[in-house]
């Protein structure tokens, strides 16, 4: 049925700007937006249902493009140990750290997995994520990562919300595997990429490149592996160091490179270079307390589009709300709100290989949207959390 949405202004960020349409109008056919302008230029036909949006800033929905919301077990006691002084040495060579979300994950059932990932699926969807990619990793062996995987196609299946399927099995060495990482990621190429992709469960390959990870060779071997598959890879990069992964991933057109507090400028060269977008976490860089920005000026100066996620896991992002993952790029990280709600939308849809149809308030895109009632667009990255008064729109069906 075609839907008219009337009486609001629109921050349609097309090009990766506010792009303001002051009392704009919006008609939506099915799932996607038909015509989206001015409400003078209104073109002139039968309107079936007409809401009113009752002076209301229209935005994108918001995508959440780093997530690890599926996981078993609570890490919020290792926080405590670290707040009084516990090195994340000591609380890791004790079993904990991501062993322990590991152990969790592959003791508990896809129904316990699937009402624990829902319940943080949800909190983000209140702040107006229609779009989120959630990744595995907590698993590490090919049964678990498959039962992360189900349940990550389930969330997609039984929630509106929509979900984007990542395979990050190369995310740590699993117990099994110690001091034999070339056999862990051989068994990821040989084994686990080839059977999950097959069984339709992979929209995307990651990997963590880093001194405590994996090496770029060993990443490379899963980014081969994935372009074997035919699967578009991303990749945790200088996060903590910098060993070039992001300079690996612009060679192999990855949709992002992700973190990057430690990155060059010829890093940001070669992304910009390959059109690889760079996804900032600053849940991470503030649960952290890191003091190293990613290259702001150099990431700028070279055009690399930037992405805002919250980077959703137990132990270094225990984040549940992406406007304040907004807020916190612009006071951590220097960005300015109009670069911070791009991030979250037209860019992130970028980093997901989704920015043909999504991100943007534009004709023949899905009608994803949220109606904000706020006074300007930067509010959205103004407001330290709570529940702004809003009405969401997915594949052009008001959502409660």
């Known amino acids: 049925m075609k839907t008219l949405w009337q009486n609001c202004h629109a921050a349609t960020m097309a090009q990766g700007v506010y792009s303001i349409i002051e009392d704009a109008a919006i008609v939506t056919q099915g799932e996607h937006i038909q015509w989206i302008g001015p409400r ?21 929905g918001l995508i959440d493009c780093h997530t690890h919301a599926v996981f078993g077990g609570n890490r919020s006691g290792e926080f ?30 896809e129904d316990e997995l699937f009402a624990s990932a829902a319940k943080r699926l949800k909190s983000l969807m209140r702040d107006g994520v229609t779009t989120v990619e959630i990744k595995s990793g907590y698993g590490l062996d090919l049964p678990s990562e ?43 190429c040989a084994e686990m990429l080839p059977a999950l992709a097959a069984e339709g469960l992979v929209d995307a390959v990651d990997a963590f490149c880093e001194y405590l990870a994996f090496s770029p060779e060993q990443v490379e071997r899963v980014f081969l592996t994935a372009q074997r598959l035919g699967l578009p890879v991303k990749l945790h990069a200088e996060q903590l160091s910098s ?20 990155m060059t400028e010829d890093d ?3 992304m910009a270079e390959s059109g690889t977008v760079a996804v900032l976490l600053p849940g991470a860089f503030y649960f952290l307390r890191e003091t190293r920005l990613p290259p702001m000026d150099a ?21 549940l709300s992406l406007r304040l993952m907004l807020n916190m790029a612009c006071t951590c990280l220097r960005l300015t709100p109009e670069e911070a709600l791009a991030g979250a939308t037209i860019h992130a849809a970028q980093a997901l290989g989704m920015a043909q149809t999504h991100g943007s308030l534009e004709a023949g895109k899905v009608a994803d949207f949220v109606a ?29």
């Open 40 to 60: 003078a230029e209104l073109p002139l036909g039968d309107y079936p249902a007409v809401n009113d949006l009752k002076g209301a800033w229209v935005t994108p």
């Open 80 to 109: 405590e140990q670290r707040l009084q002084g516990v090195s994340y040495a000591d609380i890791a060579a004790a079993g904990g750290g991501i062993a322990s979300t590991v152990r969790a994950t592959r003791a508990a059932s």
């Open 146 to 188: 498959r039962k992360m995987l189900r349940v990550i196609r389930r969330l997609g299946g039984e929630l509106p919300v929509s979900v984007r399927s990542t395979c990050l099995a190369a995310h740590a060495l699993p117990p099994e595997y110690k001091d034999r990482a070339d056999d862990y990621i051989e068994h990821i």
């Open 243 to 262: 060993l070039h992964g992001s300079s690996l991933a612009a060679r192999y057109q990855a949709l992002s490179a992700d973190h990057l507090e430690f």
């Open 268 to 270: 940001a060269m070669a």
């Open 299 to 319: 990431l700028r100066k070279h055009g690399v589009k930037i992405a805002v996620a919250s980077d959703l896991n137990p132990g270094t992002s225990p984040a």
């Open 372 to 400: 904000w009632h706020i006074d300007r667009p930067a509010d959205l990255s103004y407001w330290l959390g709570g529940d702004l008064e809003k009405r969401v729109v997915r594949h052009g069906v008001e959502i409660d």
